[in-house]
């Protein structure tokens, strides 16, 4: 139980992580350039959100996960422990800076906006298990 929970965690953090990654690329190198930060992060956020969504919803059912809400809740924040953890030792080493200095230069809006969606991707896990339990 606790193995197909990790794997399911570290799948649905690959699978969201990489199409992240590809999509903040193409947001630094053409999206920022033309609208700004704010911009180019918020325009982000819709199609991340839709990722998420596949990607619980694929990997919930490529792994036959039944919709347990411990289970479910727990893959979710294997995912997100995963994406902390990247984002504040990889990301934060290339970029060259602390996570003190990271925060602070943070767009308020873009920001909080990142949050949540970090939350929605804690939790998606459990929703679809809903819709699909259903």
Same mark, same amino acid.
């Not at 200095?101 to 804690?122: C, H, K, N, Q, W």
């Given at each position: ?25 193409? @947001?630094? *190198?053409?999206?920022? $350039? %033309?609208?700004?930060? &704010?911009? =180019?992060?918020?325009?982000? +956020? ?14 919930? @059912?490529? *792994?036959?996960?039944? $919709? %347990?809400?411990?289970? &479910?809740? =727990?893959?979710?924040?294997? +995912? ?14 290339? @970029? ?9 230069? &943070? ?28």
């Amino acid at each position: 139980m606790t193995r197909q929970i990790l794997k399911a965690g570290a799948l649905y953090f690959a699978l969201v992580f990489g199409a992240g990654f590809a999509l903040g690329t193409i @947001r630094m *190198l053409w999206i920022v $350039p %033309s609208f700004g930060t &704010r911009k =180019a992060e918020l325009m982000e +956020a819709p199609i991340m959100f839709v990722i998420t969504l596949l990607a619980s919803r694929w990997v919930a @059912r490529r *792994l036959a996960m039944p $919709p %347990s809400l411990p289970r &479910r809740l =727990a893959v979710g924040l294997v +995912a997100l422990g995963l994406v902390l953890l990247v984002e504040f030792t990889v990301v934060l080493r290339l @970029r060259g800076v602390t996570i003190g200095e990271y925060l602070a230069s &943070r767009d308020p809006v873009a920001g909080t906006v990142y949050i949540v969606m970090l939350s929605v991707f804690a939790i998606m896990p459990l929703l679809v298990a809903r819709r699909i339990g259903s």
